[in-house]
């Protein structure tokens, strides 16, 4: 009777090149807006754990997200590097938004005579990184704290001149169950 | 006259997710063997689910026999997660395979001797994302049929977490 002795192989997955070089060099770059949005916790251990919220990750596992942010990992920084990732995961911005990763809410508040029209306040925000899964004439830009949404208003107003007053921002509640703890 | 069954059911625990997650994983081959690929998905997710809640409390160093409940022990654990970071979603939190496999590599990265090797936390974390790819706790709402492969894969990351459940 045969017997068939099989070792365990860690699996590594094909990763799109093209995605995987694009996170690395987002990575190199440090870019100060714009998607995708990096966040990186160390442990006192000094393990890590990364969440990338981009918008590309549509329709991608979550097996694949995470190979791929490890592999961009490796490419931007080093195996080392890599292996202290304990934790990786990629999320699209709705994502987030349904896990309540990013509750600050910028947008823009048109009143008549406003200076600056919705088209206009529209490519700004895509421009900032907004999120346009859920409809390109219905941008959403979203932020984990308000210093970042705070900082994300004062460069849209920058980028559209006399657009100031029009950037609201405002931070989603939690469901009442959550507020007392039931 | 006998007990009901309901009546010598032990209260939830360690031991008794350790030995359950071993019973639904032997009635999942058994409905695997006659093509009952879905419903065999369905006992598989939940074989993953207790070894993961198991090598939590494991973790958190509770005793083998003490009852797990919802709101002192189950509940805690899930806002442990949340206020860790980790996603997960509250329709039906209990049983979130992934998040309760991430907060396993959380924990344990925080502390400085119990990190998992990088590898074996890949590891724990890509089975998680695979089961949550096709087990809900709701299939059993749904006529649909299963393919092959998806039982495959639930099936291999279950026994993965079950071979090693020890280490986890």
Redesign the interface.
């Given at each position: 009777m045969p017997r068939i002795k099989r070792p365990f192989n860690?699996?590594t997955r094909a990763v799109s090149a093209e995605l995987a070089s694009r996170l690395a060099e987002e990575l190199r770059g440090d870019r100060e807006f714009g998607q995708p949005m990096i966040d990186e916790?160390e442990?006192?251990?000094g393990?890590l754990?990364v969440?990338v919220i981009w918008d590309d990750w549509d329709r991608m596992?979550?097996?694949d997200r995470?190979s791929l942010i490890?592999r961009a990992y490796e490419m931007a920084e080093s195996r080392a590097y890599?292996?202290?990732?304990?934790?990786?995961?990629g999320?699209t911005v709705p994502?987030a938004i349904?896990?309540g990763?990013l509750p600050y809410h910028v947008f823009p508040a048109l009143r008549q005579g406003d200076s600056v029209t919705a088209e206009q306040c529209r490519k700004a925000m895509i421009e900032e990184g907004a999120s346009i899964l859920l409809g390109e004439e219905r941008p959403v830009l979203r932020f984990a704290t308000e210093e970042q949404a705070e900082a994300a208003r004062t460069r849209l107003a920058l980028r559209l001149p006399a657009s100031e007053p029009v950037w609201v921002v405002t931070q989603d509640v939690g469901r009442v169950e959550e507020l007392v703890g039931v | 006259m006998p007990r009901r069954l309901l009546d010598r059911c032990q209260p939830d625990s360690i031991h008794e997710f350790r030995l359950a997650a071993r019973r639904r994983y032997d009635d999942a081959l058994t409905l695997a063997f006659s093509g009952r690929r879905t419903a065999s998905i369905y006992l598989l997710g939940y074989a993953a689910e207790m070894t993961l809640k198991a090598a939590y409390f494991y973790l958190v160093g509770l005793s083998e026999k003490l009852p797990i409940t919802w709101s002192g022990h189950l509940l805690p654990a899930i806002n442990r997660g949340r206020s860790l970071g980790i996603i997960w979603p509250n329709s039906g939190a209990g049983h979130n395979v992934r998040a309760w496999a991430e907060l396993l590599i959380q924990v344990r990265a925080s502390s400085q001797v119990n990190s998992y090797s990088a590898a074996f936390g890949r590891e724990v974390q890509r089975q998680g994302q695979r089961i949550e790819q096709h087990w809900r706790e709701t299939l059993r709402y749904h006529k649909n049929h299963a393919y092959e492969y998806e039982l495959t894969q639930v099936r291999d990351s279950v026994e993965w977490y079950l071979v090693h459940s020890e280490d986890l």
């Open positions: 860690e699996v916790q442990f006192p251990s393990r754990r969440n596992s979550l097996e995470t490890l890599r292996e202290r990732i304990a934790l990786a995961n999320l994502e349904a896990a990763m | -």
